[in-house]
């Protein structure tokens, strides 16, 4: 029997973070140039890609939910293919398949660049399939990225995380750290500069470690700066730092001209025994001094960081450093979790022991709190220009443009649609806590 090799109507579904989002990317090339035909439709594909997300229970229940609909419409008789990939898949294994036995493929975080092979065996042999492991490491030509506009990209630099932070599940299921070639990188960035590519993120789980390893030796300081010379790159911004990692020539490439002057930088905690029981790997302490470093180095960088709430044995005290450090840092973002154990976890072996509402009541709080610092600090802005660059329609106003100053503050402009995708100078004229409003300078 002949193999079948007509083109497949193939759906690939993101969850989750820019990574993944960026491998989802990567996937759907990889089967465009194999001539499968990407659709939009799931219920019109005739094979089905979750690139999934563990990093919450809820995460991961909602792709197994979602994809328990198709297995339903797949015993009914409908004829397709099932693709459970990314970090569920890597984390599950063979497991997914008790789960969800209609499931066709199961492909790891770094075996997906096989996703063209495994669907051709499923064809002629049929399934299921599991490919997980991470060794090896996932290579394609096209590049690591994701396109969410003509001029903006994320990039995806390095992979995996040595850090073992003990509630995250992010090393068991994306391995230890490797980072790109810089070549390869440069090349990517430049393919995006010509086709009209203005702003670059680069990608890690741990980002600014990018470089262990790399022979000759190059670290993220050097790769911004080398990236900097491209032509057609305006900006460049990187996701997400480790406090641990963080260098002065990080501090000093935070002033660099192309270089966004914005650094998201993971604090979690405020209190040194919550952050040593989280293996964080610093203390309270030495995160003021990086804060105090960037903000020598990199005057008007602005700062953001994650905090969990709740985390097993946080007491008040322990939330009250951690406030206090969010009103002495003052942050342009703070991002705030409530804690919840995931399976696999050193954590997760440590009581629950934070009341639900006690860890909502924090999370409130410090995000009120976040909320009247940024009040003020954008107040201040007012009368100030900033540069930015246009995205596109307000999502609120859709009479306005919205756009990000290089701090990646918000910013809604009084302007002509032509200016989406240019960086444009704007007066400030009001601000609230999460956007400064203005028009282009040269209408004011
Ligand atoms: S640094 Fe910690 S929180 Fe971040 S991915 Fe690694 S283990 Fe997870």
Known sequence: MEADISPLKVCVVPFGCQMNRADASAIQELLERRGHVPVRDEDEADAVIYVTCTVRQHAEDRAFSRLGRHARRKRDGRRVILVLAGCCAEKEARGALER???????????RFHLLPELLDRVRAQGGPIVAVGLDGRPGHEGGFHWRTSPFQAFVTVMRGCDNFCSYCIVPYVRGREYSRPPDEILDEVKRLADDGVKEITFLGQNVNSYGKGLEPPCDLAELLARAGEVEGIERLKFVTSHPKDL????????????????????AQSGSNRILAAMNRGYTRERYLELVEMVRERAPG???????????????EEDYLRTRELVERVRFSQVFVFKYSPRRGTAAARLPDDVPAEVKKRRNNDLLALHLEIAAEDNAKLVGSTVEVLVEGPSRRDPSRLAGR?????????????????EIVRVRVESATALALYGRPEEEG
Do not use: N, Q, W
């Not at 100053?405 to 995708?421: N, Q």
């Open 100 to 110: 969800l036995p209609e499931l066709d493929i199961v492909c790891g975080t770094r």
């Open 247 to 266: 260098t002065p020539e990080l501090a000093d490439a935070l002033a660099l001209p192309k270089v966004c002057p914005y650094l998201h930088l993971p």
């Open 301 to 315: 960088a602005a700062l953001a960081s994650d905090f969990i709430v709740g985390f097993p044995g946080e007491t």
């Open 405 to 421: 100053a290089p701090t990646e503050r918000i910013v809604i402009v009084d302007g002509p649609p032509e200016l989406k995708g």
